[in-house]
C-alpha cells in the first residue's frame, strides 16, 4: 500500500476518533437531555441510554485504533505476523460487543414500554449489520491466516 494512502486513512481515522470523542462528550448527553425533557414518559431512559451510546461509540474507536495499528504494520511490511491477529481479534470482540449493546439497549427499551416501529427496525439493522461485519472480519481473518502460511512456505523455498 502506497505510503500516502496509509498517512491520508491515518489522518481520517483520527478525525473520526476525535469526531466521536466529542460526540462522547457533547452530543450524546445532550440529546439525551432533549429528548428527557420532550416525551418525560421515556425520561428515566436517559442515564442508560447516555452510557450505552458512549459505550457502544467507544467500541468503534477501539475498532478504528486496531485499523491504525494494522495500517502501520502494513507500512512496516509486518502485516503477515501475530501481532495483526491480535487486532483483527479485538475487532472482532468489538463488533459482538457492539451487537450486544443493540441488543440489550432494545430489551431496556422493550421493558420500558417506549418501543416503536422505527426503534424495532434501527435494532434489527444494528444487530444484522455487527453480524455481517463481524462474519465479514472472520473470512479476512481466514485470509491472512492463509496468506501468512503461504509467506512462511515462500520463505522456506527462497
Known amino acids: 500500500m502506497q505510503p500516502r ?16 470523542l466529542a460526540s462522547q462528550i ?8 432533549v429528548t428527557a425533557l420532550r416525551n418525560p414518559d421515556v425520561a428515566q431512559l436517559e442515564i442508560p441510554g447516555i452510557i450505552g451510546a458512549i459505550i457502544f461509540l467507544a467500541l468503534v474507536q477501539v475498532t478504528l485504533i486496531c485499523v491504525w495499528r494494522l495500517l502501520s504494520l502494513v507500512r512496516a511490511e509486518r502485516i503477515f505476523s501475530a501481532d495483526a491477529f491480535r487486532y483483527v481479534d479485538i ?7 457492539a451487537g ?25 439493522l444494528g444487530i444484522v449489520v455487527s453480524a455481517a461485519l463481524a462474519l465479514l472480519v472472520v ?4 485470509l491472512l491466516r492463509k ?3 503461504l509467506e512462511q512456505d515462500m520463505s522456506e523455498v527462497v
Request: glycine fraction near 2%; proline fraction near 2%; charged fraction near 10%.
Open 5 to 20: 494512502v496509509t498517512a491520508v486513512l491515518k489522518t481520517l481515522i483520527a478525525v473520526m476518533i476525535l469526531l466521536l
Open 26 to 33: 457533547l452530543v450524546i448527553p445532550e440529546v439525551a437531555r
Open 91 to 97: 475487532i472482532l470482540w468489538a463488533l459482538a460487543a
Open 100 to 124: 450486544a449493546i443493540i441488543a440489550i439497549s432494545y430489551v431496556v427499551i422493550i421493558a420500558s414500554r417506549a418501543v416503536s416501529l422505527s426503534l424495532t427496525l434501527l435494532a434489527i
Open 139 to 142: 473470512v479476512l481473518r481466514g
Open 147 to 149: 496468506a501468512l502460511e
